[in-house]
């Protein structure tokens, strides 16, 4: 079981709908859990940082974490053809590595 | 600020050189992380600095692989020998505060395709 899996996708929602992106983490002793977008052939960009349990939002972002069952979400509201790009999980481990997903191509079809 | 700036940005080398990638963090940056990312293994933590020192390198691939900052401005990512199995986007990062404690501003990157 790999220590921080996504789904590679890629996801495709209509603009305006809500974009669901889930993520799961083998280690009970993570803390801290982030989500990053990125655009083909660029950097990777910090959107949300979570750290308790239950969601915190962002604007259009919402951040779900759940550690009995050791998921973290992000949903995207009223999506946007600019929110097409690969959306990466990452998770601090009990150990304090810093470990990533794979990541989800997210396309917003308009 | 200009962010963090990383040369070359594309590098074309035949197995078995030397590869120095470049990297100057954001200044006032206290931490500055190098990452790789391939297709396969997705983004890699490699080693990252606090105040210049190396904080954890469990990251790092093998010894081919060193990294070094000799000043709060700079760091270098090396790779000797190399092997065509290094080709991926290597990426420098850094924050003001460590992994946990603040946003990563991450460089543009510099592909490397090692022949």
């Known amino acids: 079981q790999k220590e921080v899996e996504q789904n590679s996708g890629p996801l495709s929602v209509p603009e305006g709908a809500i974009a669901s992106l889930n993520c799961t983490y083998s280690d009970r002793g993570s803390q801290s859990f982030f989500w990053y977008r990125q655009y083909s052939g660029k950097s990777p960009e910090l959107i949300m940082f979570?750290?308790?349990?239950g969601d915190k939002e962002d604007g259009r972002f919402t951040a779900q974490l759940n550690k009995a069952s050791q998921y973290v979400s992000l949903l995207i509201r009223d999506s946007q053809p600019s929110d097409s790009a690969t959306y990466l999980c990452?998770?601090?481990?009990?150990?304090?590595?810093?470990?990533f997903g794979t990541g989800t191509r997210l396309t917003i079809i308009p | 600020d200009a962010g963090v700036i990383q040369s070359p940005r594309h590098e074309v080398t035949e197995m078995g050189q030397e590869v120095t990638l470049r990297c100057k963090p954001i200044s006032g940056h206290d931490y500055l992380f190098w990452y790789r990312q391939t297709m396969m293994r997705g983004l890699e933590l490699l080693i990252y600095?606090?105040?210049?020192?190396?904080?954890?390198d469990s990251g790092m691939p093998e010894d081919r692989f060193s990294a070094k900052m000799p000043n709060a401005s700079f760091s270098t990512l090396k790779i000797q020998p190399s092997e065509p199995r290094d080709s991926a986007v290597y990426f420098c990062?850094?924050?003001?505060?460590?992994?946990?404690?603040?946003?990563?501003?991450f460089g543009p990157g510099t592909r490397l395709t090692v022949l």
């Open positions: 979570i750290y308790s349990n």
């Open positions: 600095f606090n105040n210049n020192v190396p904080i954890d």
């Open positions: 990062a850094s924050s003001l505060g460590g992994l946990a404690a603040d946003t990563q501003y």
């Open positions: 990452a998770v601090i481990l009990g150990n304090e590595k810093l470990t």
